[in-house]
């Protein structure tokens, strides 16, 4: 199925979790926060929440500081 990541198109398999995303794109274990449709996806559900053609995701990096 055809997604937009960061406004560029991405190829994933059907039934692609945001878990199965992040791991494609090598951010397992990243902080950072993801939004699918302009709704935010908490971290707790990137394994349930599938993705569905024609999706636009959103990931940004956590940057700390001080």
């Known amino acids: 199925m055809q997604v937009i990541v960061n406004g560029e198109p991405m190829t994933l398999a059907d039934a692609s979790s945001v878990a199965d995303l992040l791991n494609q794109l090598t951010l397992t274990g ?14 707790s559900q990137h394994d349930q929440h599938r993705l569905r053609e024609g999706d636009r995701v959103e990931v940004v990096g956590a940057i700390g500081g001080g």
């Open 30 to 43: 990243r902080r950072i926060a993801v939004e699918v449709n302009l709704e935010i996806v908490p971290r």
